[in-house]
């Protein structure tokens, strides 16, 4: 857990760091986050967190409570003084404080800024990674925005609990057409068995994960079979491999869909060898 939170202009220890009851990401989740990967003390793909965070701000209208440098100056802040080598850094931005009513409240109202971070037991998700993580799958209720990065979250934190009451540790989201859009939160890949690397296109119906597009970026330039196109959920039982993508896990091999073995049941060896990579291809700042 974070010790020292950031809000709204301070940082505060845990036990005083606190919101108002009427702060829009509590009362309507009207509000955005990003999750940026912390590695040695350094944020990864800050860059491409921050477009990402510009972009959702754009589309719900929610104005920028801070400069780009300010804010990277906060989160940098934070990770040190929660003394994070390896870990995660969280930032939401909401739409702030206003007397509850659904439509936007008066335009002088500043949004909040929560910024926290924490570290991650790296011997932990290194095991993970080495036995490789089961997901089953369950359809995708979501709204038709998912591009954007919002604190309303309510359709993912159920099929995370559908995951975990079956003994899973991801929840793919399958479309009404019986098509993987994404995981619950991370991005859903498969390696077909003529070898080819799928994953769902980018648009208004999966969130465009920074890992994804890291990955893409690295099969790009090392010429592998790609297709960026929704995969069935048949396609992923046959598939040859499966992992996930996602900035706190990077690339992490999936060794069972809905209780169904992929390829041999262990990890496969391209997830393995993108995991490994990973850093090499990110932007540490
Ligand atoms: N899809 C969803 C629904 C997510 O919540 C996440 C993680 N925040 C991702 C994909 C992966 O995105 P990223 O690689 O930027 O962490």
């Known amino acids: 857990m974070s010790r020292i939170a950031y809000v709204n202009g301070r940082y505060l220890p845990r036990a005083q760091a606190k919101v108002s009851v009427e702060d829009r990401g509590y009362q309507f989740a009207d509000g955005v986050y990003e999750v940026c990967e912390v590695r040695g003390g350094c944020l990864i793909d800050e860059r491409r967190h921050m477009a990402r965070l510009d972009l959702s701000l754009n589309e719900l209208r929610i104005a920028r409570p801070m400069s780009p440098a300010a804010l990277s100056i906060v989160l940098w802040e934070t990770v040190r003084r929660n003394r994070v080598r390896d870990g995660i850094v969280y930032l939401q931005i909401t739409r702030g404080v206003a007397r509850r009513d659904f439509a936007f409240p008066p335009a002088d109202t500043k949004a909040s800024v929560v910024v926290t971070a924490r570290s991650n037991d790296l011997a932990h998700l ?61 991005n859903a890949w498969i390696v077909s068995r003529d070898g080819k690397l799928i994953t769902h296109p980018l648009g208004r119906d999966i969130l465009a994960g920074v890992t994804r597009s890291v990955v893409v970026n690295v099969l790009k ?18 598939a040859r491999e499966a992992f996930v993508t996602s900035a706190s896990q990077t690339v992490l091999p999936v060794v069972s869909i809905d209780g169904r073995p992929v390829g041999n049941g262990a990890p496969g060896l391209i997830a393995a060898a993108l995991r490994r990579d990973y850093h090499r291809h990110a932007e540490v700042a």
């Open 126 to 186: 290194e095991q993970l990674a080495d036995e490789g993580i089961a997901v089953i799958t369950v359809p995708d209720i979501r709204w038709q925005r998912v591009d954007i990065k919002s604190v309303a979250l309510l359709p993912n934190v159920l099929a995370k609990q559908a995951a975990r009451d079956q003994g899973a540790r991801e929840a793919w989201l399958v479309d009404a057409q019986g098509r993987v859009t994404e995981g619950a939160s991370s």
């Open 221 to 238: 330039a090392q010429g592998l079979a790609f297709e960026e196109r929704a995969f069935s959920v048949d396609e992923a039982y046959a």
